[in-house]
């Protein structure tokens, strides 16, 4: 086992110059360094972007699309010009086919209320996995209570891995959306993308990827995949909170109506009638998170100069080293062993709630994620209320591996 | 370790690995399901009501080891009570959970009580209150008797 991993280790690129970028992790709690390892729920911020949101407020900060004024004007534009890096980032064929929303939740949202709403009728059916995030269900749910749409299940293994031909005895002349993940917040498991849209045009749906953990983890090219629709977070990608991306495919885009009212998605209004606007502009109601924007930039840049293949070869690094130190330990079940995974691995210890792991690995200084990971049927899947989840970054490294699998002998030591 | 060995005393996690009082009592007059969304955890609470007085009780369900002692140890010093001994019980176990002063042991004279300081490290835990509170939560909800499930959201 050993051996396996020193064998993939020679092709890592040297990612430790990188760790001093994010002033967070110096930081000790209960007087241990922190061991930051719950990326996946939200990573951590490099200075750039900490210091690109402050330079927006401390120097550019004004509405945008309103004022004619100079800060309005570099405001606007720092703005639309992250539209511009973020179709690069995603290979997307043009800047109109990027929408900034919350995040990955609320693009998925827009996607099932305005795309869904207005193409969707009762009978039609929906695919989803069973390795969803419930921000990639309850949408659909939703959807389904307005209008009466069939939502199936594609099944996974108990591995965890996606079943490609399963999913396909799912797909019929009824089928007209399936919405996947693309990286499973929970399990880790990368379901094959590029097949799956694939088999699903040749039916003739539309395909979605949840992207929160997909973007993070490895390069996008949206025309390369030939998807519909793709949704990420910024704050997963260091970016900041609280801003996100929808892509979608103009043509479908153009045809939707609407996803929520308010000023700067219109042409014009009189109390009789709204001319809305063209895309992005139409699905972007409201005040959007402008210091967000430039962070969002920031991080695409960071993450870019680095290299998404780069940072995508350390994560299948720290996966390989962390799959075989836990191994070591007899009581510990991983859960979610499948062949494509990104750096994420659940597990349980034989005995002991999630809940007290997660408390005596705070203790250690040692930050992870317990409980269902907002995906119970796929906790239920597998037989549990929830698990130990670590998940890496680009800024962790394998002593943090070696912090966790130490700690998690404290936590033997307390259970017994 | 001192504010974790605090957390998870002896007692805590006998009470944990073997609760008693676990199963559903042979008589039920009320129960009450309880909910964590936060962990997914569930409870529920059995009692056997008489004159007002509980004969006997029971819980089932699955937890942490703080929210299985926490119901585990209610349980035990539930029966023999009457309703309103049982909401001054829980309004000062509730205490003990978020209140600074509350761990001050010399101040409780009743015995059955000072069994349920062993709980009183949970405060140095803000996330995990929620967890020792759980069973306590569902067991008023079935005193009242209502049905309607209790989470601690």
């Known amino acids: 086992m050993m051996n396996a991993v020193s064998a993939r280790t020679h092709a890592a690129p040297d990612m430790a110059r990188y760790r001093a970028d994010f002033p967070i992790l110096a930081s000790r709690v209960y007087d241990k360094p922190l061991v930051f390892l719950d990326s996946a729920a939200s990573a951590q911020k490099p200075q750039c972007v900490i210091d690109a949101v402050r330079f927006c407020y401390e120097h550019e900060y004004a509405n945008i699309h309103r004022g004619v004024y100079w800060l309005s004007q570099q405001a606007t534009q720092a703005y639309e010009e ?68 069939e939502i199936k299940v594609a099944p996974i293994d108990d591995q965890g891995n996606f079943l490609l031909e399963e999913f396909e005895k799912l797909l019929s002349p009824r089928t007209r959306m399936v919405a996947i993940t693309h990286g499973s917040n929970a399990l880790g498991t990368i379901p094959p993308a590029a097949e799956i849209i694939r088999l699903a045009h ?22 390369a995949l030939d998807v519909d629709f793709y949704a990420f977070s910024g704050h997963k990608l260091y970016g900041p909170s609280g801003i996100g991306v929808l892509y979608g495919k103009a043509a479908l885009l153009e045809a939707m109506p609407p996803y929520q009212g308010g000023g700067d998605m219109i042409r014009h209004v009189t109390f009789e009638k709204t001319e809305f606007a063209e895309i992005p502009s139409r699905f972007e109601a409201g005040t959007p998170h402008i210091a967000g924007a430039y962070g969002l930039s920031a991080a695409i840049d960071y993450v870019s100069a680095i290299g998404m293949e780069t940072i995508a070869a350390h994560d299948q690094e720290l996966l390989a080293y962390a799959t075989a ?25 034989d005995g002991v709630h999630a809940h007290d792991i997660g408390t005596i690995l705070d203790r250690e200084g040692i930050a992870v994620r317990v409980g269902h990971h907002c995906a119970q049927p796929l906790m239920d899947r597998f037989g549990v209320t929830g698990t130990v989840r670590a998940s890496f970054g680009l800024y962790n490294n394998k002593a943090d591996i070696d912090a966790l699998v130490t700690a998690l002998g404290a936590v033997r030591e307390v259970f017994g | ?16 690995r073997t609760p008693r009082n676990f199963g559903k009592p042979e008589q039920v007059t009320c129960e009450s399901n309880g909910y964590n969304p936060l962990c997914g955890d569930t409870v529920t609470v059995y009692l056997k009501l008489k004159d007002g007085i509980v004969e006997d009780v029971g819980f089932e369900g699955r937890g942490c080891a703080i929210s299985i002692a926490s119901a585990s140890m209610m349980t035990e010093i539930l029966r023999g009570k009457g309703v309103a001994e049982i909401r001054a019980v829980f309004e000062r176990f509730h205490d003990l959970m978020t209140e600074e002063n509350a761990a001050d042991e010399d101040a409780f004279d009743d015995e ?42």
């Open chain 2, 1 to 16: 370790m001192s504010a974790l060995r605090e957390l998870y005393q002896e007692v805590i996690l006998d009470h944990g």
């Open chain 2, 112 to 153: 059955d009580f000072e069994k349920l300081t062993v709980l009183s490290g949970v405060r140095e835990f803000p996330m995990r209150v929620k967890c020792a509170t759980l069973a306590w939560h569902t067991m008023q909800a079935a005193l009242k008797g209502d049905y309607q499930e209790v989470t601690t959201e």
């Open chain 1, 82 to 149: 992250t539209r511009v890096k973020v179709q690069r980032f995603l290979n997307a064929a043009s800047a109109d086919e990027i929408i900034f929303t919350k995040g990955a939740t609320e693009s998925i949202n827009l996607v099932a209320a305005s795309y869904g709403g207005s193409t969707l009728g009762a009978g039609d059916e929906i695919i989803l996995s069973h390795l969803e995030h419930h921000a990639n269900i309850v949408p659909w749910q939703l959807l389904r209570q307005r209008i009466g749409i």
């Open chain 1, 202 to 223: 040749a039916t003739g749906a539309v395909v979605l990827l949840d992207g929160a953990q997909g973007a993070v983890h490895g390069a996008v090219d949206v025309q």
């Open chain 1, 325 to 349: 130190r836990l191994a070591e330990i007899n009581s510990l079940r991983l859960i979610g062993t499948a062949e494509e995974k990104a750096g994420i691995l659940s597990f349980e210890l």
